[in-house]
């Protein structure tokens, strides 16, 4: 059984930080590439970030290149979004995200609002 638990997420001032997390567990972690995504309300879900099986290769969303940084760790089958500089616009919920062999995966979401 394929499960996510997604963590991290929480109200926080324009210019903060914080750091995502979503352990992964019910399929083999390394064999997949992992990804972000968000979805803010009334908007379609956008992809944010994207690491490879490996960890050699990322893909940012032009809108948080610079301030977003994706990262894994499979031995701990968790994948991680460091987020800094948080802006008003970053507000959504955010989902972890695996693809490979032919599957797809999709974590719970967890909510992040960015607010004074």
């Known amino acids: 059984q394929v499960q996510f638990v997604e963590s991290g997420g929480g109200l926080v001032q324009p210019g903060g930080s914080l750091r995502l997390s979503c352990a992964a567990s019910g399929f083999t972690f390394r064999n997949y590439a992992m990804s972000w995504y968000r979805q803010a309300p009334g908007k379609d879900r956008e992809l944010v970030a994207l690491?490879?099986?490996?960890?050699?290769?990322?893909t940012y969303a032009d809108s948080v290149k610079g301030r977003f940084t994706i990262s894994r760790d499979n031995a701990k089958n968790t994948v991680y979004l460091r987020m800094n500089s948080l802006k008003p616009g970053d507000t959504a919920v955010y989902y972890c995200?695996?693809?490979?062999?032919?599957?797809?995966?999709w974590g719970q979401g967890t909510q992040v609002t960015v607010s004074s």
């Open positions: 995200h695996a693809h490979g062999l032919g599957d797809d995966y």
């Open positions: 690491i490879s099986s490996a960890g050699g290769s990322t």
